[in-house]
């Protein structure tokens, strides 16, 4: 079960988070078990492996604003990482970055459970 205490020891900024919440604790730890299974974190690793670096710009750019949005700092800084070179379209090896961030997401499931 997600909590409050869970995420701070995640190293997520939930004041923040419920701040845009508007205090609502019940609803931010519902949009945050909804964003653990964004279907972006998947496109985002298929649009790595498969080279298509438009889809795999817009499906980080997707999770860094909702990752920004619930304050989930740790994954939030990962896609800051992943999305700013994809947004000029750089080629280079992703695969690292996207695997950091995968884990990152699992850890936090775990925890959470």
Do not use: W
């Amino acid at each position: 079960m997600i909590t409050i205490g869970s995420l701070k020891a995640f190293g997520a900024n939930t004041e923040e988070g419920l701040a845009r919440c508007m205090g609502n604790q019940a609803l931010y730890l519902k949009l945050v078990g909804v964003m653990l299974a964004d279907k972006n974190f998947d496109k985002l690793r298929s649009a790595i492996e498969s080279g298509n670096l438009d889809e795999a710009f817009e499906a980080a750019h997707a999770l860094k604003g909702a990752l920004g949005n619930l304050a989930l700092t740790p994954l939030f800084d990962m896609a800051v990482k992943i999305t700013e070179p994809l947004r000029n379209r750089t080629a280079m090896d992703y695969s690292g970055m996207v695997s950091e961030l995968l884990t990152l997401r699992d850890k936090l499931s775990e925890l959470c459970a």
